[in-house]
Structure formats: C-alpha cells, structure tokens
C-alpha cells in the first residue's frame, strides 16, 4: 500500500492499515521524539502517544503538504507539550530549592566540528543537553524556526531563545572538542 491508501484506511480505522503505516513512519518518528527527549523511555512513551494521537486525528490530514511532514509536526509538538510539563515540574522543583543548574558556560567558536564523528554520538550529545537547551537546538537547527518563533511557541522571549541555544551549542562544542582532542581526530573509520 502506498501512503495515500494507508491514509484512506487508516481513516476507516482499520488495524492492519494503521500497524503497517506505525511499521513505516515509527523509525522516523522515533528519531525525533529522541532528538527532544533525554531518556529513550520517554521518547518511547512519545512515540506511543503520538502515533495514538495520530490515528485519531488523521481524519483532518486533507492531504495539504507531505505526510511525514504532517506526521513530525505532531510530534514535535507533542514533544513541546512534554517540555512545558517537565518546565512546569522543573520550576516547582527549583522555586523549593530541590534542584539547582550551572548557567555559566563561556563562547567558543561558532561552528560544531561534527563531520568526522558518528551521528549517533552527536544526537547523543544533544539528548543530554538541559531539556530548555535541547528544545531550542532542535527547534532551530531541525525544525528550522527562528528565534521569535521559537519564543512565542515556548513562551519565553527572543533573547532567551537565543541566549539557550548559545549555550546548548557551546556545551556541544565542547564535547565536540574533547572527544575531538581525546581521539586526535580519528573518528574517520565510522565514515
């Protein structure tokens, strides 16, 4: 079945349509629910919510646009909805002085040097950053939205979108730069 005719049954909520279309689209899926998520449990609980929020709002995918686009944009935002939870719960847990965060990162250069490291050690890298710093990341580099955006979907200002991912790119650059200077640079066997 191609995608239009898994749609369509899908809309009919037929099992077999919707386990064939989770089999296609959960690998993806799941790639971006672990670009948001630090812990894969979560991003597998994400994954499991937003494949049921998808099969019961296919109906209103009117075929505008791509699918998978349609599909990731669900997920997104269902990975911003779990941000805002874990904010809200971080806030609590900051405001009883449970829990406290080292904001004082210094500039480093503006390029990250990840060519010659393998990807899954980079989306590792951006999976343990602060979750406000990996939300704006990949908000900004993968979703492609600038700052203001990035601000009025977070509800926070511009200057503190781009104050976050400033310092979720110098914590990666240096990780870039230690396992860089730890391995001379000899990550070319996993190109």
Not at 46 to 65: A, C, E, K, P
Request: net charge neutral; charged share 30%; hydrophobic share 35%.
């Amino acid at each position: 079945m191609d995608d239009s005719q898994l749609i369509i049954a899908c809309k009919k909520q037929d099992r077999n349509a919707q386990k064939a279309l989770y089999e296609q689209y959960a690998p993806v899926m799941m790639a971006v629910c672990l670009r948001y998520c630090r812990e894969e449990e979560t991003a597998r609980d994400l994954l499991h919510d937003g494949f049921i929020r998808v099969f019961t709002q296919i109906s209103s995918y009117r075929g505008n646009g791509s699918f998978e686009g349609w599909l990731r944009r669900i997920f997104v935002n269902l990975a911003l909805e779990n941000y805002r939870k874990e904010k809200q719960k971080n806030r609590f847990l900051e405001e009883y002085g449970i829990m406290k965060t080292n904001m004082t990162e210094s500039p480093t250069d503006d390029m990250l040097d990840i060519e010659n490291i393998p990807r899954e050690e980079v989306l590792e890298m951006i999976r343990d950053l602060p979750p406000g710093y990996r939300t704006v990341f990949n908000l900004f580099i993968f979703e492609d939205m600038s700052h203001k955006e990035i601000a009025q979907l977070l509800g926070i200002n511009e200057a503190a979108s781009r104050s976050q991912f400033f310092r979720a790119k110098t914590i990666l650059q240096k990780k870039i730069s230690a396992i860089l200077n730890q391995s001379n640079g000899k990550y070319n066997e996993y190109r």
